[in-house]
T-cell receptor
């Protein structure tokens, strides 16, 4: 199946700094990428949809200026957590959605810890 | 509105016994249904899907799921559980509109007891 590579797998940063998470589609082109956030023992919360060549669309309640999403090419989408705070600590997962009958493919996830 | 419900937060099963993880859905039109598994600090792995055809769908690692239209259910099953099956399982339905978003259930933690 298709491969989605997400890096880094874990990162620790100081409060107030910014962190960039990359998501690459290795053997296919992804015009759309979904970004999720997962709290401990909870389900995935869709944060935003990145669209190649256009602005990302954010779900209600997600701060656009805090979670910057860029889809620079058909194989790369990035999520930047700006001015991170401890409450931003979470597990972030990207996904190439697939369409219609095809399943979605997920990155390995990034564990962000803000200290 | 489309939704997915996983009524159990946790399921405990003895190794070697059959397991069932429950899922019900609400969707207009024909559903595209999926099961995913997540191991600690990892992304989701695809297990199986129902699109059309046979109600019993077979997937990875010996898992299968039965689509029941009258009960709007898509329960995940395995005849004989392994300790390595212990993980978090998500049922999902695809929204059949232009955005193709996937709606996930809250997840069910499966514990296989040795």
């Amino acid at each position: 199946g298709a491969v989605v590579s997400q890096h880094p797998s874990w990162v620790i940063c100081k409060s107030g700094t910014s962190v960039k998470i990359e998501c690459r589609s290795l053997d296919f082109q992804a015009t759309t990428m979904f970004w999720y956030r997962q709290f401990p023992k909870q389900s995935l919360m869709l944060m935003a949809t990145s669209n190649e060549g256009s602005k990302a669309t954010y779900e209600q309640g997600v701060e656009k200026d805090k979670f910057l999403i860029n889809h620079a090419s058909l194989t790369l989408s990035t999520l930047t957590v700006t001015s991170a705070h401890p409450e931003d600590s979470s597990f972030y997962i990207c996904s190439a959605p697939g369409t219609g009958e095809t399943e979605a493919f997920f990155g390995q996830g990034t564990r962000l810890t803000v200290v | 509105a489309q939704s997915v419900a996983q009524p159990e937060d946790q399921v405990n099963v003895a190794e070697g016994n059959p397991l069932t993880v429950k899922c019900t859905y609400s969707v207009s039109g024909n559903p595209y249904l999926f099961w995913y598994v997540q191991y600690p600090n990892r992304g989701l792995q695809f297990l199986l899907k129902y699109i059309t055809g046979d109600n019993l769908v077979k997937g990875s690692y010996g898992f299968e799921a039965e689509f029941n239209k009258s009960q709007t259910s898509f329960h995940l099953k395995k005849p004989s559980a392994l300790v390595s099956d212990s993980a978090l399982y998500f049922c999902a339905v695809r929204r059949l509109n232009r955005d193709d978003k996937i709606i996930f259930g809250k997840g069910t933690r499966l514990h296989i007891l040795p």
